[in-house]
T-cell receptor, first 113, second 113 residues
């Protein structure tokens, strides 16, 4: 079965640089979520999109922005990167009809040096 | 403020033993309570989930017990195996379109031979 695809798997950036993370949800899933997971921490909700519209916003810094495109893939853009942005970034998708049961991608490990 | 509290932080269980992880929540509007299993470098994977109209749900070796009045739920892993060694997160969410998951702080389970 198709899963949530995230790219790249690993990314190394310098401070103050910009990073773009991509997420391709499971086909027919209409909702995409982004989570940030620091080392040894639980995933923290950043932002979600339902049918290409922003649905909810969590503790996402103003330096970050995201969007969902017409083909339902989503991108998380991170600017002016800081050392503290180093984390695993997960995308998840779900289908409203099923209401429950996120599927997470394997994540992008961002390292800011 | 941690809306979903999880304990213990780490757990060591012998092979064949029972692993028990507990969670407590504060928001009485939560109505979906999943457990996720996460291996290092991987995304969280849905293990089992329960809704508050059910007090217990069993799937194979995994059982969720739910106590609505106490606002607590727990995961029992019977006949624990070394392959179960992972980090387990409880979570909670509301019903509705694009509802975000609020995670507990995680339990690192190690099953020894």
């Amino acid at each position: 079965a198709a899963g949530v695809i995230q790219s790249p798997r690993h990314l190394i950036k310098e401070k103050r640089e910009t990073a773009t993370l991509k997420c391709y949800p499971i086909p027919r899933h209409d909702t995409v979520y982004w989570y940030q997971q620091g080392p040894g921490q639980d995933p923290q909700f950043l932002i979600s999109f339902y049918e290409k519209m922003q649905s909810d916003k969590g503790s996402i810094p103003d330096r970050f922005s995201a969007q969902q495109f017409s083909d339902y893939h989503s991108e998380l853009n991170m600017s002016s990167l800081e050392l503290g942005d180093s984390a695993l970034y997960f995308c998840a998708s779900s289908w409203t009809g099923a209401n429950y049961g996120y599927t997470f991608g394997s994540g992008t490990r961002l390292t800011v040096v | 403020q941690q809306q979903v509290k999880q304990s213990p932080q780490s757990l060591i269980v012998q092979k064949g033993g029972i692993s028990i992880i507990n969670c407590a929540y504060e928001n009485t509007a939560f109505d979906y309570f999943p457990w996720y299993q996460q291996f290092p470098g991987k995304g969280p994977a849905l293990l089992i989930a329960i809704r508050p109209d059910v007090s217990e749900k069993k799937e194979g070796r995994f059982t969720i017990s739910f106590n609505k009045s106490a606002k607590q739920f727990s995961l029992h892993i019977m006949d624990s195996q070394p392959g179960d060694s992972a980090t387990y997160f409880c979570a909670a969410s509301l019903t509705g379109t694009a509802s975000k998951l609020t995670f507990g702080t995680g339990t690192r389970l190690q099953v020894t031979l």
